[in-house]
């Protein structure tokens, strides 16, 4: 097995090992149902016919907010938690390489999230076994959900790599997170010059197009390039601590 494949296994392991593990995932699946439940029965009484048209959008906004609140949780114990415990230094005494622990510590987080997506799917097959809808729209915040669930994981990677504290780790992720996020809804205060550079950095304009069925081929390649950033972000990270021989 490859050194990547061993710190996946390692990481999966140690993760759902632990209580905390579960009760991430338990308030992932809890409150997305929730929030499933309450908009079925907001748009039952509110929006008749609608049911199945108007609610996905609604439906997988609510979701990213859960994602939103629980990755920077998931991902703050990565590299941090290796420093905390004085494990980091046998890890970097193994034969592997930067790239491949972070390459490693990412996988299995994101598996991690992936399995935690996956807890919401009872609603909609419960709704589609009850009245049958379109599974274009669902599909395509699916895709919304994973692609934007990698950079939020890619994200924390690069904020635990150089916090020594899980606290700051998962307040840094939240931080740029919603930088990211908000950048874009107060666009009254821009100049016209930077109006439409914030538009193209927004996770809120790339995201809103698959929460509304819609797939588009820029804002996939946004997603894969700012998940793929932060990881190099945090390979640098990694490196640069030990050089300057940090723990």
Known sequence: MSAVGVIVRRELASFFGRTRAWILAGTFALLGGYLFYSEVAFFETFGGD????????????????????????????????????????????????????????????YVAYLIMIAGTLPGPIALYVLRPYPLGSVVAGYGGLVLLGGVFVACGLAASAVSQSQMVSAILTYGILALFWYASWNEAALSETLTPVVRA??????????????VDSRSIVFFVALTLFFLFLAVRALGSRMWRGLP
């Open 50 to 109: 609608r049911l199945t048209t108007g609610l996905w959008p609604f439906v997988f906004l609510d979701w990213r907010l859960v994602a939103f609140f629980v990755v920077p949780l998931l991902t703050m114990r990565l590299i941090a938690e290796e420093r905390q415990l004085g494990t980091y230094e046998l890890l970097c005494s193994l034969p592997v390489g930067d790239a491949a622990i972070v390459a490693g510590k990412f996988l299995a987080a």
């Open 201 to 214: 950095v927004s996770l809120f304009d790339h995201y809103s197009g698959f929460a509304q069925g819609v």
